[in-house]
């Protein structure tokens, strides 16, 4: 600043300190504007400028007099005029409700739009597991993000996806949960939010699996609407059962205020077409002295049926015998190979057994020479296989067995 700019702008300051100090009322903005004005005509563009700056407000006018305490009431009517803020590059359409309109807005819901890592990161509670374990983890759970490496009795993340699940305007977050458990486990589906203070809350349960059916969730999917859908199926793989012979449904739940309730898709599984009803009858064990070798031998024979509506690629039969005896003649050589191999059981693959048919074998067994064996029981049991070898379903356990005596 110039020499002469403090001169006017000092010169400036002693005039309006006179003439405030001179009056009957304080001044309020629009007298001090008023002011201003007038005195913008009369002297230098530098000292007018400093003089607007120093009165854009009562608060610095009352600076400029010393003065303490909040600045009085206007004592113009005219209406103040306050320095305008940097246009927006959208303005507001003709007949917009301004930023100072009096009806209320609706407040922002806080942001429930969690990711994998931020899952992974936090400590969240979940409901309690429908089926499964009793040690699967609820409260406090650090989640895995692995499941193929995941600990036994620890819940991991399976799929991630998002939607307005509660309808406040902001998204969600669901995660579909696997509790690691031997070759799978429950799971479920979860529904994730934020509080208004940014912690993870848990909204509830979507839909989780049941020792009956489903037995699997396999796919995850948030829609706009707020839906989340769920791929379920009937079965899970495993134990000689394929996942493509599950059957999978879609299913879509919505949040009611209080739990998921599931308004698309089936609500249950009709009869898997990979099943069949078999039953298996044996006839005792009877054994008699075989006198080229001193040794014993008999027959076990077993009749087994197809009661299903569908093909049995082969039967695998099973004959809880004790080790000492062996299979003998040439039956067994339609079991497969190595079929008195690994024992006990003993094991034999016969088949295929059309709808509603039949076949009947016998099966011969040898005690070697001077072996003891003392007369029991034992278990001859059946069961269906499909394409690949993998084992069907069968409604009907309780006929696929029987037990036979042996002497």
Same mark, same amino acid.
């Given at each position: ?315 695998? %039969? *099973?004959?809880? #015998?004790?080790?000492? +005896?062996? !299979? $003998?003649?040439?039956?067994? /050589? ?5 079929? &008195? ?17 039949? %076949? *009947?074998?016998? #099966?011969?067994?040898? +005690?070697? !020479? $001077?072996?003891?064996?003392? /007369? ?5 049991? &059946? ?25």
């Amino acid at each position: 600043m110039s020499e002469l700019e403090s001169v006017d702008l000092a010169e400036e300051f002693s005039r309006y300190r006179g003439t405030m100090l001179a009056e009957i009322e304080v001044p309020g903005p629009a007298a001090v504007r008023r002011t201003v004005r007038r005195r913008r005509r009369r002297h230098l563009a530098t000292a007018a400028a400093a003089a607007v700056a120093l009165l854009g407000g009562p608060a610095v006018g009352y600076a400029a007099l010393d003065r303490s305490g909040p600045p009085p009431e206007p004592v113009d009517p005219t209406p103040s005029v306050t320095a305008s803020p940097t246009p927006s590059s959208s303005p507001s359409p003709t007949g917009a409700p301004s930023a100072t309109s009096a009806s209320p807005t609706r407040p922002t819901a806080p942001d429930g739009r969690l990711s994998r890592a931020q899952l992974l990161a936090a400590r969240v509670d979940l409901p309690a597991w429908r089926s499964g374990p009793p040690d699967c983890p609820v409260s406090k759970v650090r989640l895995a993000g692995d499941p193929s490496t995941a600990k036994e009795g620890t819940n991991a993340i399976e799929a991630v996806e998002y939607a307005d699940v509660d309808g406040d305007g902001a998204t969600e977050t669901v995660a579909m949960l696997l509790c690691s458990f031997g070759s799978g486990g429950p799971q479920q589906v979860v529904a994730f939010d934020r509080d208004e203070a940014g912690r993870i809350v848990t909204i509830g349960r979507v839909v989780a699996t049941s020792r009956d059916k489903p037995q699997w969730l396999t796919a995850l999917d948030g829609r706009s609407d707020g839906t989340v859908r769920v791929e379920v199926a009937d079965l899970h793989p495993g134990g000689g059962w394929p996942g493509e012979w599950s059957q999978r449904q879609w299913r879509g739940y919505r949040w009611t205020g209080e739990r998921f309730a599931q308004v698309e898709g089936p609500t249950s599984f009709g009869p898997n077409p990979y099943s069949t009803d078999l039953a298996a009858t044996a006839k005792d064990l009877i054994l008699a002295d075989d006198p080229t070798d001193g040794s014993r031998v008999g027959a076990v024979e077993v009749r087994i049926r197809n009661l299903g509506d569908r093909r049995a690629d082969r039967v695998s %039969l *099973t004959l809880d #015998l004790p080790a000492s +005896l062996a !299979p $003998d003649g040439p039956a067994w /050589a339609d079991c497969g190979p190595d079929a &008195g191999k690994y024992r006990p059981p003993l094991t034999c693959r016969l088949g295929p057994i059309e709808p509603n048919g039949e %076949l *009947t074998v016998q #099966l011969g067994m040898r +005690l070697p !020479p $001077d072996t003891e064996l003392a /007369a029991g029981t034992a278990t001859v049991r &059946g069961a269906a296989e499909g394409p690949g070898g993998h084992y069907m379903i069968d409604p009907v356990m309780a006929n696929n067995e029987d037990t036979i005596a042996y002497r």
